[in-house]
Every structure is written in structure tokens, then in C-alpha cells.
């Protein structure tokens, strides 16, 4: 195939997207693990994830590509390249949701791949290298913490062994769900996990308002924001609301909100822009009596940001900031998770830009607020993101709501970009 050709090659598989399968296939899984407010609960290797795999396999089998599983149940459909031994195009996302989750987090991605390897066949196109769609297993971790097991370890940052004896609520093991859900499909090849890829492209709905605001259809994503997670914990002394007088107190409570205050209006003094995203999403209080000073108490703090060194100031000063508040109880700040920020750039960054470009749609570059399997996927391989709007914003909640037009929208942008590079 000669260079000359692509362009018009990957117009013809843009064509080749047909938006009323795309939606079909939404409704389709929609229905796996369907709530009654509209919204799915499929969670992470429950039978209801093994039943969408089922469908996914079945569509598979009928267009004669080959399907696979890895040792942590991810789940891969290629489609064959006319070169088997070149490394693969990797395309997709995840099927669990959270337990009052949407139609389209996660799953978009998978079937946005699935609409490509379909466009391709029906515009009868090869490819050098082979496509594969992939279903990361635990995106969400919601059922069994933390999540991103599948790509994290795909790309070898976490080590499997200790993702098999995690337990949920109920005490079942990843291993134990992990064995019923390969049994929905038994006729996948068994792979060894990781093997070489060429690039990763992830479609995704936004998850955040930025797309609908400026009444953009494509959200060329330039990297994933760095996280940090903290927690802190207050000590002070249990005592009687009637008697103990303000001066005599050492309310954890009190020290505990002063604390939230006071880091909350350090974050808005240094960010006029409004770009950190700082969130105190639990507080624990212990006797928690309404006539007891609270002697303990522990909260969260997740501070975001697209630039690591604005995060990391950020987060150095939350200690001194909890001692000044402290007012005579004692504070211990415990880090618990950093992922510093992902920038998507090379090839898959190109090629999504470039199709997005040659396809007309209007378009914003933009930082991903969430995390999402790409972040582990770029340290193995260029790797990019194509984001499409979702109604409000709205994410993480049964009212979750895409239009169908923007779902093929994007997924044509991501079959320009699979097959340019897949030829590459
Ligand atoms: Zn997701």
C-alpha cells in the first residue's frame, strides 16, 4: 500500500462509521446490568461484565476475529494485519461501571473500536499491522480497590499476584470472580500479559462540561492531570458540651474544618484561573455524638493539576497549613497516591489531531480531569485520548446522556487515526 493511497483510505473508513450500529451497540450493552433510573450497574468482573464480554465475543466470532484473554481477564479482538509480527494498534477502554453508572463511561471506547473494526471490513480495508480492541478489566474500582488493574498490570506497574487476593465486600477474590468471568468466554486464546504495541488511542466521553460549553465535538486530549491523594487525621480530647469551657477544648472537629478552610482559601488566593481541582470528599469524626467534643477526626484531600510542579507546590504546603490550624490537637498529613500528570504526544497524539483536523470537526485541545487507562498505556507506548461530549457534563451518575450523532463523531475520528496508524 503506498502512502499516496492512505488519506483517502482513511476517509473511506471514517465513511465507513455507521452511527444508528454505533447506537445500537450502546443500547445493547445498556441493557447488560440495567438500572431502573436509566443508568448500569456492571460491576468488575460480576456476571454482568462476563455477559457483555459474551456479546463482545459473539460479535467477534461472526466477523472472524480472533479474541483473547490476559492472566488479569483483559480482554482483546484483533483483527488481523497483513504484517502479524509488526506490533498492533491497540484501541479501546473498559466495560465495568460504578454501581449507579452510565451508558457510555467506559464502554464508548470499546464499542467506538469495535465500529472501527466493522468500518473496515465494510470498506474491505487491510492494514498493515493488526487492530486489536481492548477491554481493560477494573477500570472503575469501585468493587475491588484500587482500580486500573487491567492496564496497570498490562503495562507491568503493579504486580498481578497482588491483584488476585484483593477482596470485595463480600470477601470473593479477584481471582475467584476473575475465574467465572473467563468462563463467559471459553474459546479465547490465553495470553501472557503485556506484548509490544505501536500506539494506543482511548475514546471517551468528557466527563466534565468544557466540550458542551464551548460548543466543541472533539476534545484532542493532551495529557492526563497529576493526582494526589491525602489524608489527615486530628487528635484531640473527648469532653462534656456542658461543662468544658471554649478555652479547655481540644476539638478535632473544629481543628479539622479550620483546616479545610484554611487550604481551601490557599488554593483559591494562588489560583485565579480556577484550574486545581481540590476536593475534601471525607470526614470521619469519632465519638460523632452531638453531646460529645469530638476527640478524633480524619479527612480526604484530592488535589489535581495538568502541571506537576503547581501540584506538588500545592501539596507541600498542606502540612504547615494543618499545624497552623491545629489549635492544640495533633495532625498527621499521610500521602496515599501520586500520579504525576501524563502528556500525550508522538505519533497517536499526531495522528488523532491530524484526523481530527481532516475531518472537519470542530475541536479543542484539552488535559483530561479524570484518570483513565491511557495514563498507564503511555509508558508503554505513544498513546493519545479522543474525548466527545456528554450532556451537562455529567459522569458517574445513571443520568449520564451522549448524543448519538457526537459518539460517531468521535469513533470517525478514531478510525482515521487507527488506520493511518496502523500503515505507519
Ligand atoms: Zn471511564
Not at 473508513?13 to 440495567?34: C, F, M, P, Q, T
Not at 501540584?311 to 500545592?314: I, K
Not at 498529613?333 to 499526531?350: H, K, P, Y
Not at 488523532?352 to 479543542?364: F, K, M, N, P
Given at each position: 500500500m503506498?502512502?499516496?493511497?492512505?488519506?483517502?483510505?482513511?476517509?473511506?473508513?471514517?465513511?465507513?462509521?455507521?452511527?444508528?450500529?454505533?447506537?445500537?451497540?450502546?443500547?445493547?450493552?445498556?441493557?447488560?446490568?440495567?438500572?431502573?433510573?436509566?443508568?448500569?450497574?456492571?460491576?468488575?468482573l460480576?456476571?454482568?461484565?462476563?455477559?457483555?464480554?459474551?456479546?463482545?465475543?459473539?460479535?467477534?466470532?461472526?466477523?472472524?476475529?480472533?479474541?483473547?484473554?490476559?492472566?488479569?481477564?483483559?480482554?482483546?479482538?484483533?483483527?488481523?494485519?497483513?504484517?502479524?509480527?509488526?506490533?498492533?494498534?491497540?484501541?479501546?477502554?473498559h466495560?465495568?461501571?460504578?454501581?449507579?453508572?452510565?451508558?457510555?463511561?467506559?464502554?464508548?471506547?470499546?464499542?467506538?473500536?469495535?465500529?472501527?473494526?466493522?468500518a473496515?471490513?465494510?470498506a474491505?480495508?487491510?492494514?498493515?499491522?493488526?487492530?486489536?480492541?481492548?477491554?481493560w478489566?477494573?477500570?472503575?474500582?469501585?468493587?475491588?480497590?484500587?482500580?486500573?488493574?487491567?492496564?496497570?498490570?498490562?503495562?507491568?506497574?503493579?504486580?498481578?499476584?497482588?491483584?488476585l487476593?484483593?477482596?470485595?465486600?463480600?470477601?470473593?477474590?479477584?481471582?475467584?470472580?476473575?475465574?467465572?468471568?473467563?468462563?463467559?468466554?471459553?474459546?479465547?486464546?490465553?495470553?501472557?500479559?503485556?506484548?509490544?504495541?505501536?500506539?494506543?488511542?482511548?475514546?471517551?466521553?468528557?466527563?466534565?462540561?468544557?466540550l458542551?460549553?464551548?460548543?466543541?465535538t472533539?476534545?484532542?486530549?493532551?495529557?492526563?492531570?497529576?493526582?494526589?491523594?491525602?489524608?489527615?487525621?486530628?487528635r484531640?480530647?473527648?469532653?462534656?458540651?456542658?461543662?468544658?469551657?471554649?478555652?479547655?477544648?481540644?476539638?478535632?472537629?473544629?481543628?479539622?474544618?479550620?483546616?479545610?478552610?484554611?487550604?481551601?482559601q490557599?488554593?483559591?488566593?494562588?489560583?485565579?484561573?480556577?484550574?486545581?481541582?481540590?476536593?475534601?470528599?471525607?470526614?470521619?469524626?469519632?465519638?460523632?455524638?452531638?453531646?460529645?467534643?469530638?476527640?478524633?477526626?480524619?479527612?480526604?484531600?484530592?488535589?489535581?493539576?495538568?502541571?506537576?510542579?503547581v501540584?506538588?507546590?500545592?501539596v507541600?504546603?498542606?502540612?504547615?497549613i494543618?499545624?497552623?490550624?491545629?489549635?492544640?490537637?495533633?495532625?498527621k498529613?499521610?500521602?496515599?497516591?501520586?500520579?504525576?500528570?501524563?502528556?500525550?504526544?508522538?505519533?497517536?497524539?499526531?495522528a488523532?489531531?491530524?484526523?481530527?483536523?481532516?475531518?472537519?470537526?470542530?475541536?479543542?485541545a484539552?488535559?483530561?480531569?479524570?484518570?483513565?487507562?491511557?495514563?498507564?498505556?503511555?509508558?508503554?507506548?505513544?498513546?493519545?485520548?479522543?474525548?466527545?461530549?456528554?450532556?451537562?457534563?455529567?459522569?458517574h451518575?445513571?443520568?449520564?446522556?451522549?448524543?448519538?450523532?457526537?459518539l460517531?463523531?468521535?469513533?470517525?475520528?478514531?478510525a482515521?487515526?487507527?488506520?493511518?496508524?496502523?500503515?505507519?
Open positions: 503506498s502512502t499516496v493511497d492512505r488519506p483517502g483510505l482513511s476517509d473511506s473508513v471514517a465513511a465507513a462509521v455507521d452511527e444508528s450500529r454505533l447506537w445500537a451497540a450502546h443500547v445493547a450493552l445498556a441493557s447488560i446490568g440495567g438500572t431502573p433510573a436509566g443508568g448500569v450497574c456492571r460491576l468488575a460480576s456476571a454482568e461484565d462476563a455477559e457483555a464480554r459474551r456479546l463482545l465475543a459473539a460479535w467477534a466470532r461472526e466477523r472472524q476475529w480472533s479474541v483473547a484473554v490476559d492472566p488479569i481477564g483483559n480482554l482483546f479482538i484483533r483483527r488481523e494485519g497483513q504484517d502479524p509480527r509488526l506490533p498492533p494498534v491497540v484501541t479501546g477502554s466495560l465495568d461501571t460504578q454501581p449507579t453508572g452510565g451508558r457510555f463511561d467506559g464502554v464508548y471506547g470499546v464499542l467506538a473500536g469495535i465500529e472501527v473494526l466493522r473496515l471490513d465494510d474491505r480495508i487491510g492494514t498493515q499491522r493488526a487492530v486489536e480492541v481492548v477491554a478489566t477494573n477500570e472503575e474500582g469501585c468493587r475491588f480497590s484500587p482500580g486500573m488493574m487491567g492496564s496497570e498490570a498490562f503495562a507491568g506497574i503493579r504486580d498481578v499476584a497482588t491483584m487476593v484483593v477482596q470485595d465486600a463480600n470477601g470473593v477474590s479477584v481471582a475467584e470472580a476473575l475465574a467465572s468471568t473467563l468462563d463467559a468466554t471459553p474459546d479465547a486464546t490465553r495470553r501472557p500479559l503485556g506484548f509490544p504495541v505501536h500506539a494506543y488511542v482511548e475514546a471517551h466521553i468528557e466527563q466534565g462540561p468544557e458542551e460549553r464551548t460548543g466543541n472533539i476534545g484532542v486530549v493532551t495529557g492526563i492531570q497529576g493526582t494526589c491523594r491525602l489524608r489527615v487525621e486530628v484531640g480530647d473527648e469532653a462534656h458540651a456542658g461543662t468544658s469551657r471554649r478555652g479547655q477544648r481540644r476539638d478535632a472537629l473544629l481543628a479539622a474544618t479550620r483546616m479545610i478552610q484554611a487550604i481551601e490557599h488554593v483559591e488566593s494562588c489560583d485565579p484561573a480556577d484550574d486545581v481541582r481540590l476536593t475534601f470528599g471525607m470526614l470521619k469524626v469519632k465519638p460523632n455524638v452531638p453531646s460529645v467534643v469530638a476527640s478524633w477526626a480524619y479527612f480526604s484531600i484530592d488535589v489535581r493539576h495538568a502541571d506537576d510542579d501540584m506538588l507546590g500545592l507541600a504546603r498542606i502540612e504547615p494543618c499545624r497552623e490550624q491545629a489549635g492544640g490537637c495533633d495532625v498529613v499521610t500521602e496515599i497516591q501520586r500520579a504525576l500528570a501524563t502528556r500525550f504526544e508522538g505519533r497517536a497524539f499526531d488523532v489531531l491530524a484526523a481530527t483536523r481532516s475531518r472537519g470537526y470542530r475541536h479543542i484539552m488535559p483530561s480531569g479524570a484518570g483513565h487507562d491511557a495514563r498507564q498505556m503511555a509508558q508503554l507506548c505513544p498513546s493519545a485520548m479522543v474525548f466527545v461530549p456528554c450532556a451537562g457534563g455529567v459522569s451518575n445513571e443520568a449520564e446522556s451522549a448524543e448519538p450523532a457526537d460517531a463523531a468521535g469513533t470517525r475520528v478514531l482515521h487515526a487507527v488506520h493511518e496508524l496502523a500503515n505507519t
